[in-house]
Each structure stands twice: as C-alpha cells, then as structure tokens.
C-alpha cells in the first residue's frame, strides 16, 4: 500500500472519531422530548442528557489532553474511541433516566479523549506545507457534525427512534478503531516526561467542573444568586491554584511559555467566541423557527443542516489559503461575516420566506467556515511542535467553555427580552379592554383575568403561545360562571346580548392574538442582535491568532520562524 493511501486510511479514521464526538454534542437535543415521553420525568431532569455530556467534555479535555503527549497519542485516542463506542451502546440500551445519563456523562469523558489528539494526530500524519489544507477539512467535518445533528437525531428519532441517535456510533467507532489500529503511528511530546501530574489534573478538572456546571445552572439559579456566585468562586479558586500549582511544577501538564504567545492567546480566545456564536445562533435560531414560525423540530433541524454547507464550502478553501497567506485575514474576515449573519437574522418575522432564513444560516456557515481552520491553523503553526496536543486541548477546551456560557447567556437575554415585550402588549391589550366602550363590565371583568394569566404565563416560559380559539373557549367557560351568578332576569337580559358580546371578544382576541405573536418576535429580534454584539471582540482575537506576513516571505510557513523564536 502506498504512502498516499496509507494517510487517507489514517486520516479517515481521524476524522470518524471527530466527527462522532462533536455529533453527539447536538445530536440528542431534537430527541429529549421523546426521551421525556419514554422515560418520564421533568424537562429539568432530562436536560442532563445534555448536560451530562458538555459538563465531563469540557471538565476533562485538558487532562486527556496531557495524557495523550506523555503515553503516547494513538493509545488515547483508541482508548477514547472504545469508551465512546461501548457507552453509546448502553447509553440505547438504558432501562432508566439515571442510566442515560450516566452513560452520556461517559460519552463526555471519552468526547474529552478523542477530539484534542485529532489534531496533532493529523499533524503528524501529513508534512507541514498540507497542514492548512488538512486542517481546513478537519473544520468542514466540525461543521457539518454541529449543524447535522439536529437534522440527522430528527431523522433518526422520526424514522427508527431514539435510541439509534446512540447505535449509530457503533458502526462508526468500530470502524474508526479498526483504521486507526492499522494506519495511524504513534505519536507523543518527546520532552513531557512520564511522570503524572495529579495536583494539576485534579485542580483544573476541578475548575473547569464547577464553572461550566455553574454556567449551566445559571439560569435555574439566577445570575446573582448566592450558589452561582459560589460556584463562579470555586471554580477561579481552582483555576488559580492550578497556575501556582503549574508555576512550581519542574515537569508541568500546561507549559506556562504558552501563555506568553501572542497568537496562541489570540486563537485561543477566538475559539472561545466561535463556541459561543456557534451555540447561540444554532439555539435561538431552532427556537425560533420552531415557535415562531410553527416548523416541526424536524424541519427545523433540517433548516439548521445548511450552516453545514456553507462551512464545508469555505473550509476547504480558507485552509490551505491562509496556510500561505497568513489566518488573521480570513480569521477576522470569518468573524465579521457571522457577526453580520447573526444580526441579520434579526430582521426576520414569522412570515419571512424559507429562503430569507437558509440565505442567513448559509452565510453564517461561510463565516464558521473562514474562521475555524485559519484560527485553529495559526494555534498549531505557532507553538513548539511538540506541544501541539496541549495546545489542541486548551483550544477545544476554551471553544467548549465559551459554548456553555454562550447558552447560559442568550437564554437568559432571551427570556428577558421576551418578558419585557410580552409586558409592554400585555398593558397594551388591557388597556384596550377597558376602553372598550362595547362590552359589558363583566365580560371586561373575565377577559382582564383571562389575559393577565395567558401573559404572565407566556412571559416566564410556562405557557404556550397565544391561541386564540384556546383563550376564547377559555372566557366563554369564565363568562358562564360569571352568568350563573346572576338573579333569573339578568341572565335573561344576558341572553339576549351574548352573540354580541362573544363577536366583540373574538374581534379584540385576533388583534391581541397577532401583538402577542409580534412581542414575541420582537423579542427574539433583540436577542440575535445580542448574540451578534456577544462575538464582535472575536474580530479583534482572529486578528491577534497570527502575525503580519512580510511581502518576501509570504510563501513562506510560519512554521520555521515560530520554531527559531521558540
């Protein structure tokens, strides 16, 4: 077998293990309200499905990274394929809520395994000049397993059910360890010694658990809550202490002189953005089509899918480009053009053709696409060679903790957003009741209470949207009762009067019905412009992700100056 087909084989089954680790990050959430129906339990419960997953994924990534450079990179990385393919089969086999969490926690952990080592397992595998190139596919496959989830779990859930969202990774990790057993070499840092550093493993797993666990719970919670705050504490306490702990450390897991690069600070803060604009646009926009614009879940994943054509598309093409050009262009430009598809998506209502919105999600996947492979190029480019694991695990690590805030973040500006406008056409429509000259003072009396509840109930999220037969039938039930306490000739006079009155509330029912549905679209207007204003600073961190290329040296890698200043 030649040496070419040798690295196809090899990356390919990178790239299976990848792609099936990020799967699994969106993949379950179009299935866990029927996850709910099967197992029972609440919403708060069921979430953990989820969040099981994203709290041991980010928790751990920097020790598994760790681990990888000093034993030896292909042993983890079959370690982590293994453990993922064995915990999503009993994650399908589950007879209880407690076991599917448990085993999508252990998804998490070996999520953590598999995704720093691609990196430098696909760095060692092709010479340096295809590393742009290579690496721009690596983003492609990370964008199209974020944007397919939810359209592939719909599918899945729809035609099959839900436990084969989990089966589905057992072909593919099987065939991803046969692969990487027959092609891939083994790799490690040459200069990490073999001794383990627990101190420091303990106290930034320990960190990075209680900060993403509080970002999680921040909502549940509440942002100025004494156990957030708590939380928040612990965690920096552990994060500090993991510095000294690292600063006195002869043989350290995170080498400090990382920090002092520029650029790798740079990449690692504009990953952290992408996780967040990632996050944000794919929930609001999911929420948004789904409740305001009535698609089904399944649709509206299917809708989400085309992020992953427009990533696939100008990954391949951004990688090898600013491999020879330099990032901080493409970086900065990607940026820019998610920010912009972001706050284009403001502009939408619940009338806007299907096209309006795939144009913007299509757009906002050029951008992931001109953003990840540079940023993620000019991260590998400009650190020790060596050190490239370590550095792919603090890169994934800071995309999957801006993820997590990102999330905690927007639901909450969504929630208020919502609130304040739902507030503002609830004293509206009242108002209006009681300016009515038309109806009767008791009709007034059960149309006020009826609405004052629907808008109470619609601004904190407990209820459904405004239905209009629904709140009819609701006043036509409370008017009755209203009659009934009436003598024997006010309820005839009522009578006499009661088509009247029911056209007049049905008339103020489809006015307050069409404010209702606009207060609520306003307010998913405010929070995908806040979600744009949120990434704006990842323009300012791409740019910082690599250094201004001199005209005589623009063909020129940057990986030999990097290792000269090094």
Same mark, same amino acid.
């Given at each position: ?25 969106? $993949? ?23 969040? &099981? ?47 599917? %969490? ?11 395994? %598999? ?35 939810? *359209?592939?779990? &719909? ?19 099987? +065939? ?13 840092? =040459? ?18 658990? #209680? ?57 690692? +803060?504009?990953?952290?953005?992408? &996780? ?6 794919? +929930? ?17 994943? #299917? ?13 391949? %093409? *951004?990688?090898? +480009? ?32 299907? &096209? ?72 509206? $429509?009242? =108002? ?71 056209? =007049? ?62």
């Amino acid at each position: 077998m030649n040496t070419r087909l040798r690295a196809v084989l090899a990356f390919s089954a990178i790239l299976l293990g990848y792609f099936m680790a990020l799967l699994d990050t969106t $993949i379950v959430n179009i299935a866990l309200p029927e996850m709910t129906r099967y197992f029972g339990g609440t919403v708060s419960q069921i979430s953990w499905v989820m969040n &099981g997953y994203n709290l041991a994924f980010a928790a751990l990534i920097l020790t598994a990274s760790r681990l990888a450079d000093q034993f030896g990179r292909k042993k983890i990385f079959i370690l982590g394929l293994v453990l993922f393919t064995l915990s999503s089969l009993l994650a399908g086999l589950s007879s209880s809520l407690g076991m599917l %969490i448990l085993f999508r926690a252990i998804q998490g952990l070996a999520g953590a395994i %598999i995704v720093p080592v691609t990196i430098p397992l696909t760095t060692t595998t092709f010479p340096k000049e295809k590393h742009g190139m290579i690496i721009g596919i690596w983003g492609a496959i990370a964008g199209l397993a974020a944007a397919s989830g939810p *359209s592939l779990g &719909g599918i899945l859930t729809e035609k099959l059910n839900w436990q084969w969202i989990f089966y589905v990774n057992v072909p593919l990790g099987l +065939l991803s360890i046969l692969l990487t057993l027959l092609f891939i070499k083994e790799s490690r840092d =040459e200069t990490a010694g073999k001794r383990v550093d627990y101190s420091g493993m303990l106290s930034i797993t320990a960190g990075m658990l #209680l900060i993403t666990y509080a970002f999680i719970k921040a909502n549940d919670y509440g942002w100025n809550s004494i156990e957030f705050y708590s939380l928040i504490s612990s965690g920096l306490i552990f994060a500090v202490l993991f510095f000294y702990l690292q600063s006195r450390e002869k043989d350290p897991m995170l080498p400090l002189v990382l920090l002092k690069i520029k650029e790798f600070n740079g990449t690692s +803060l504009a990953m952290f953005i992408v &996780g967040a604009a990632l996050s944000n646009l794919a +929930l609001l926009t999911s929420f948004f089509l789904t409740r305001e614009m009535g698609m089904t879940e399944l649709k509206a994943g #299917l809708v989400l899918s085309i992020l992953a054509a427009g990533s696939i598309i100008s990954s391949a %093409i *951004s990688g090898s +480009l600013s491999n020879k050009f330099g990032s901080r262009w493409f970086g900065s430009a990607g940026v820019a053009v998610i920010f912009g598809a972001i706050y284009a998506m403001s502009s939408l209502d619940a009338q806007s053709p299907l &096209g309006d919105v795939l144009l913007r999600l299509f757009i906002a996947g050029i951008g992931v696409g001109l953003t990840m492979p540079p940023v993620m190029s000019a991260g590998v480019r400009h650190v020790p060679e060596e050190k490239v694991g370590i550095a792919s695990g603090i890169m994934n690590m800071t995309k999957s903790i801006g993820s997590v805030l990102g999330v905690a973040v927007i639901v909450t500006l969504l929630q208020q957003s919502i609130s304040g406008e739902m507030q503002t056409e609830k004293v509206h $429509i009242l =108002e209006q009741v009681n300016e009515n000259q038309r109806l009767m003072p008791m009709i007034k009396e059960v149309l006020v209470a009826t609405v004052d509840e629907i808008g109470n109930n619609m601004q904190t999220g407990s209820g459904s949207e405004f239905q209009e037969e629904e709140v009819a039938g609701r006043i036509a039930k409370g008017m009755e009762t209203a009659v009934a306490k009436l003598d024997p000739e006010q309820q005839k006079a009522f009578a006499s009067v009661r088509d009247d009155q029911m056209k =007049e509330v049905k008339l103020l029912l489809t006015s307050a019905g069409a404010d209702m549905k606009q207060a609520s679209v306003n307010g998913f207007r405010k929070s995908f412009i806040y979600a744009s204003l949120m990434i704006s600073p990842g323009i300012i961190f791409a740019w910082m992700s690599d250094k201004r290329r001199a005209r005589k040296d623009s063909g020129k890698s940057a990986d030999q100056s990097t290792m000269n200043i090094t």
